[in-house]
């Protein structure tokens, strides 16, 4: 798997990813049925509320390689600040429809 993660920018100074990156290495949350090696290719955040970056981020990501794109558990559970994102429904669909159906978007990692 080359994997891409967008996370919510507000959560930046508060969480510097080390759960998310403590997923891949466990092969834990939404890792857990992955086989073969995770390669980490990008961490990037969504830009801010509402999200509108995430889905040209998204792009660079998949010009970068990635075949996978993974939202934090920030933006869907609202982990650590307990606050999900309000837009990441929508903000998940936008990046589906810019980089298509051979990439695989996973709405949390841990």
Do not use: W
């Amino acid at each position: 798997m080359k994997l891409g993660i967008i996370r919510c920018m507000q959560t930046e100074d508060y969480c510097p990813g080390t759960s998310d990156f403590k997923a891949i290495r466990k092969k834990s949350g939404a890792f857990a049925d992955v086989e073969g090696d995770i390669n980490l290719v990008g961490f990037t955040s969504c830009g801010g509320c509402p999200g509108k970056k995430a889905a040209l981020r998204a792009r660079e990501l998949v010009n970068r390689g990635v075949d996978t794109i993974a939202f934090a558990s920030c933006i869907k559970k609202g982990v650590p600040i307990g606050f999900p994102c309000p837009h990441a429904e929508k903000m998940m669909e936008l990046v589906q429809k810019e980089v298509g159906d051979r990439i695989k978007i996973l709405d949390h990692t841990h």
